[in-house]
């Protein structure tokens, strides 16, 4: 378990909605933010922020209704890099992975199309299958990306796999803005 710092007016928030006698802080953390009373298995992206990128990839058009959805579809992968589990300190192919997965997630069709321009001088980066990422090298450490079809090679260093990400995603055509924030990231 880990300790936290957290400032005295969150902590009497926190205190104040005890249900029980020796309910512990996770447990009221736990109920406010709705998540599972008890821990669940280790997964790279929570499955409710996989199920809100999904839901936001196939947008339902409205009449008369004027709303950005590339907004929405921007804040879910926003959502995504404040996770818990993205922001875990843990190793960088961890965090690659799950940015990854949240980009297919995100679009499927325009994340197939960027992997085809992600490229090094020499170097295939993506592919359907592991053979192939295997082929283009004898030190080549190839991954698949969680609940997707594609394969990523991992052994880059931590500032190619931000450029990997970042390419991808300017490809995929998404905000400056966010692209800037996620190559902070790879440092």
């Known amino acids: 378990m880990k300790n936290i710092e957290i400032d005295d007016e969150l902590y009497h928030y926190i205190a104040s909605r005890t249900q029980s006698i020796g309910e512990s802080a996770s447990d009221i953390l736990r109920r406010l933010l709705r998540l599972p009373s ?3 298995p280790f997964a790279l992206v929570q499955q409710n922020v996989i199920d809100e990128l999904k839901a936001t990839s196939k947008p339902k058009a409205k009449p008369n ?8 579809h921007f804040q879910k992968i926003e959502n995504v890099l404040v996770s818990e589990i993205f ?3 843990s190793k960088g192919v961890v965090r690659f992975l799950t940015l990854l997965e949240a ?3 995100h679009n499927p069709n325009a994340f197939a199309k960027a992997t085809e321009m992600v490229t090094g001088n020499s170097r295939t ?3 359907k299958d592991e053979a192939s990422l ?13 609940s997707s079809p594609f ?7 931590t500032n190619r796999k931000g450029l990997i990400v970042t390419n991808v ?4 055509g998404l905000p400056k803005k966010l692209i800037k924030r996620v190559q902070g990231l790879f440092v």
């Not at 209704?65 to 929405?72: A, N, P």
């Not at 295997?134 to 969680?146: C, D, F, M, T, Y």
């Not at 394969?151 to 260093?157: A, D, E, H, K, R």
């Not at 995603?169 to 995929?172: A, L, N, Q, V």
């Open 103 to 105: 980009l297919y997630q």
């Open 65 to 72: 209704e004027g709303v950005d959805t590339k907004e929405q």
């Open 38 to 40: 008890s821990p669940q």
């Open 87 to 89: 922001n875990q300190p």
């Open 169 to 172: 995603m300017r490809e995929m």
């Open 125 to 127: 980066y993506f592919a």
């Open 134 to 146: 295997l082929a283009h090298g004898n030190s080549v450490k190839a991954k698949q990306i969680p």
């Open 151 to 157: 394969w990523v090679v991992t052994n880059n260093n």
